[in-house]
């Protein structure tokens, strides 16, 4: 037995039972301590990870000092396109200045380096930020990439750089007017821009939910190559006539929709340095003007409206009418008895008093207001000014009313109402947001009849061949139209060497498709001896914006109806 090994003797010696227990706990501890490390040093390891991380991440982003407003990707807007795709307005990234007062070692140093690059640079202002000793102070917003580089090449302890959201217009001044502005905040503070911002895009950039990636584009009915060819008439005009200002406007006759809409003087909505100057008005929407003889196209539809006179109907316009101390004279009287055509081709005061007349003062009044003219205009765009009439009609307010005076309304809002004169009798409340003619249907109200319609547009072509508006004739376009030459009043009184010149136009007569508007105000003759009425000035700007943009628009010319139309009654 000696020479046997004995399991339970371990090197030569007795193996009892509490030797064999303490080996196994050995082992056993000693592999939880070698777990415990294993898992400290991961633990160790994962913080160590995500502060690094953390601190390369911060690497790339903007510095935040104490003070610092908050991030401005909540101050994002969502891109507006004309209705074609072509971008009206964007959002750009652009660089700002700020400093920290408590680190700067050298206010007036820090000045005069800055100045290099800044020359207008407020200097007491500026002197007063850097010694406030505040966390975060703006020193420029929104910084060229030139001038940005050029302060970072200076070097100056204490001022850093924000990223920032900007509004850039590439059409420039061509749609100031419609797209309008936005603040230094980039919130929008007039035209379509303010517009967006009151349908819920000021909430969601307060709540910090405007992501570009989450605004789709805002598409307007506006169609670019239109808008530019009636910037650039207008703007020829008002140089070739000497005029104050100039203005047009292009409808849709079945959607409402606004295609084009101008107004000069204008500004630069990149550099909007002007743009609160007094004459810096979008006198289409904004301006409230008597619109002279383009009101008699309403009296006219009022009058065969009414049933109470037709095409074959006569006036007399033998003698003027006094009515108190004023006495309404024709600007070229015939000095006899007019049919209804000759009174509106002639444009006769006396005339359409008459056809006022026999409508009565209050169904006058009713009829105006229900073609919106005296109404203020429900739109997109803010700047809408609302229309100013008598508060009690008498009949002299009556008879003037009939031939465009005592009443202000605006440029745009004649052309809606016309609109309803040429579209079979249906008003449609106007719009710079893209619809198809089945939505402009939906909210149309009919305002006169169909009969009414077809007659108004057999005057209306009538006038452009053997009337004031022949100068806004074009060939294959079937153009029709009335003038409106009226006096303006300067402290209470009509001056007549200073005039508002219209012209308010649709075309193609056979079924019109579009209303075009424009205006002239204070025009000068063009040449001596020329006079300055509509039908010298206003008609041929309108007459230009067809012939360059009716194809544009989709309008075919057809030289098959260039026939005459005739004064022969139905």
Same mark, same amino acid.
């Given at each position: 037995?000696?020479?046997?090994?004995?399991?339970?003797?371990?090197?030569?010696?007795?193996?009892?039972?509490?030797?064999?227990?303490?080996?196994?706990?050995?082992?056993?501890?000693?592999?939880?301590?070698?777990?415990?490390?294993?898992?400290?040093?991961?633990?160790?390891?994962?913080?160590?990870?995500?502060? &690094?991380?953390?601190?390369?991440?911060?690497?790339?982003?903007?510095?935040?000092?104490?003070?610092?407003?908050?991030?401005?990707?909540?101050?994002?807007?969502?891109?507006?396109?004309?209705?074609?795709?072509?971008?009206?307005?964007?959002?750009?990234?652009?660089?700002?200045?700020?400093?920290?007062?408590?680190?700067?070692?050298?206010?007036?140093?820090?000045?005069?380096?800055?100045?290099?690059?800044?020359?207008?640079?407020?200097?007491?202002?500026?002197?007063?930020?850097?010694?406030?000793?505040? &966390?975060?102070?703006?020193?420029?917003?929104?910084?060229?990439?030139?001038?940005?580089?050029?302060?970072?090449?200076?070097?100056?302890?204490?001022?850093?750089?924000?990223?920032?959201?900007?509004?850039?217009?590439?059409?420039?001044?061509?749609?100031?007017?419609?797209?309008?502005?936005?603040?230094?905040?980039?919130?929008?503070?007039?035209?379509?821009? %303010?517009?967006?911002?009151?349908?819920?895009?000021?909430?969601?950039?307060?709540?910090?939910?405007?992501?570009?990636?989450?605004?789709?584009?805002?598409?307007?009915?506006?169609?670019?190559?239109?808008?530019?060819?009636?910037?650039?008439?207008?703007?020829?005009?008002?140089?070739?006539?000497?005029?104050?200002?100039?203005?047009?406007?292009?409808?849709?006759?079945?959607?409402?929709?606004?295609?084009?809409?101008?107004?000069?003087?204008?500004?630069?909505?990149?550099?909007?340095?002007?743009?609160?100057?007094?004459?810096?008005?979008? /006198?289409?929407?904004?301006?409230?003007?008597?619109?002279?003889?383009?009101?008699?196209?309403?009296?006219?539809?009022?009058?065969?409206?009414?049933? %109470?006179?037709?095409?074959?109907?006569? #006036?007399?316009?033998?003698?003027?009418?006094?009515?108190?101390?004023?006495?309404?004279?024709?600007?070229?009287?015939?000095?006899?008895?007019?049919?209804?055509?000759?009174?509106?081709?002639?444009?006769?005061?006396?005339?359409?008093?008459?056809?006022?007349?026999?409508?009565?003062?209050?169904?006058?009044?009713? #009829?105006?207001?229900?073609?919106?003219?005296?109404?203020?205009?429900?739109?997109?765009?803010?700047?809408?000014? /609302?229309?100013?009439?008598?508060?009690?009609?008498? %009949?002299?307010?009556?008879?003037?009313?009939?031939?465009?005076?005592?009443?202000?309304?605006?440029?745009?809002?004649?052309?809606?109402?016309?609109?309803?004169?040429?579209?079979?009798?249906?008003?449609?409340?106007?719009?710079?947001?893209?619809?198809?003619?089945?939505?402009?249907?939906?909210?149309?109200?009919?305002?006169?009849?169909?009969?009414?319609?077809?007659?108004?547009?057999?005057?209306?072509?009538?006038?452009?061949?053997?009337?004031?508006?022949?100068?806004?004739?074009?060939?294959?376009?079937?153009?029709?139209? %009335?003038?409106?030459?009226?006096?303006?009043?300067?402290?209470?009184?009509?001056?007549?060497?200073?005039?508002?010149?219209?012209?308010?136009?649709?075309?193609?007569?056979?079924?019109?498709?579009?209303?075009?508007?424009?205006?002239?105000?204070?025009?000068?003759?063009?040449?001596?001896?020329?006079?300055?009425?509509?039908?010298?000035?206003?008609?041929?700007?309108?007459?230009?914006?067809?012939?360059?943009?009716?194809?544009?628009?989709?309008?075919?010319?057809?030289?098959?109806?260039?026939?005459?139309?005739?004064?022969?009654?139905?």
């Amino acid at each position: 037995m000696i020479g046997k090994l004995n399991p339970f003797r371990r090197n030569g010696r007795p193996a009892d039972d509490t030797s064999i227990v303490m080996d196994s706990a050995r082992k056993s501890t000693g592999g939880r301590t070698r777990n415990r490390i294993v898992m400290t040093m991961a633990v160790f390891f994962g913080i160590y990870a995500t502060i &690094g991380g953390r601190l390369i991440y911060l690497g790339f982003q903007d510095p935040m000092p104490s003070g610092a407003p908050a991030s401005r990707v909540t101050a994002s807007r969502p891109d507006i396109v004309d209705r074609n795709g072509e971008v009206l307005a964007t959002d750009i990234k652009t660089s700002s200045l700020f400093a920290e007062p408590r680190h700067i070692v050298d206010a007036d140093e820090a000045i005069e380096k800055l100045s290099t690059v800044l020359p207008n640079l407020d200097y007491e202002q500026t002197y007063n930020k850097l010694k406030s000793g505040a &966390g975060f102070v703006w020193l420029q917003r929104q910084l060229t990439p030139r001038q940005q580089s050029a302060i970072m090449q200076l070097g100056i302890p204490g001022i850093g750089f924000r990223t920032e959201t900007r509004r850039f217009y590439p059409a420039g001044p061509t749609t100031a007017y419609i797209v309008g502005l936005t603040n230094i905040d980039n919130q929008g503070i007039s035209g379509l821009e %303010k517009y967006i911002d009151g349908q819920g895009l000021a909430d969601l950039q307060q709540s910090g939910l405007a992501l570009p990636k989450d605004l789709a584009p805002v598409r307007l009915s506006v169609d670019l190559r239109v808008q530019h060819i009636v910037h650039d008439e207008i703007t020829s005009a008002m140089e070739r006539y000497k005029a104050i200002a100039a203005g047009a406007v292009v409808l849709n006759a079945k959607t409402g929709e606004v295609v084009a809409m101008a107004s000069v003087p204008d500004f630069d909505p990149n550099n909007p340095v002007n743009a609160q100057d007094k004459d810096r008005l979008n /006198r289409m929407s904004a301006g409230l003007y008597e619109m002279g003889s383009t009101v008699k196209s309403f009296t006219t539809a009022m009058a065969l409206d009414s049933g %109470k006179a037709t095409l074959n109907s006569t #006036f007399d316009a033998t003698r003027p009418i006094t009515i108190g101390r004023q006495t309404i004279r024709d600007f070229h009287g015939k000095g006899r008895v007019l049919t209804l055509p000759e009174v509106f081709i002639y444009s006769s005061n006396i005339g359409s008093a008459r056809e006022a007349d026999i409508v009565g003062i209050e169904g006058h009044r009713e #009829f105006l207001h229900r073609l919106g003219i005296l109404e203020r205009m429900q739109t997109e765009l803010p700047e809408v000014a /609302r229309p100013v009439e008598p508060k009690v009609w008498k %009949k002299v307010h009556s008879i003037t009313a009939s031939f465009g005076h005592g009443f202000t309304t605006t440029p745009l809002q004649t052309a809606v109402g016309a609109a309803a004169l040429m579209n079979g009798g249906y008003l449609m409340n106007p719009t710079f947001l893209a619809r198809s003619a089945e939505e402009a249907m939906a909210g149309a109200k009919r305002v006169i009849n169909e009969k009414t319609s077809a007659d108004m547009r057999y005057l209306y072509r009538l006038n452009a061949e053997k009337g004031s508006g022949r100068r806004a004739e074009v060939p294959g376009y079937r153009v029709g139209g %009335k003038t409106g030459t009226a006096e303006k009043v300067v402290n209470g009184r009509y001056v007549s060497g200073k005039r508002f010149n219209a012209f308010l136009a649709a075309f193609p007569m056979d079924d019109p498709q579009y209303i075009v508007l424009s205006v002239i105000d204070e025009p000068q003759p063009e040449k001596p001896g020329m006079g300055a009425t509509a039908g010298l000035n206003a008609a041929p700007i309108v007459a230009n914006i067809i012939r360059r943009s009716a194809a544009m628009l989709g309008v075919e010319p057809d030289f098959g109806h260039e026939n005459a139309a005739t004064l022969a009654s139905y």
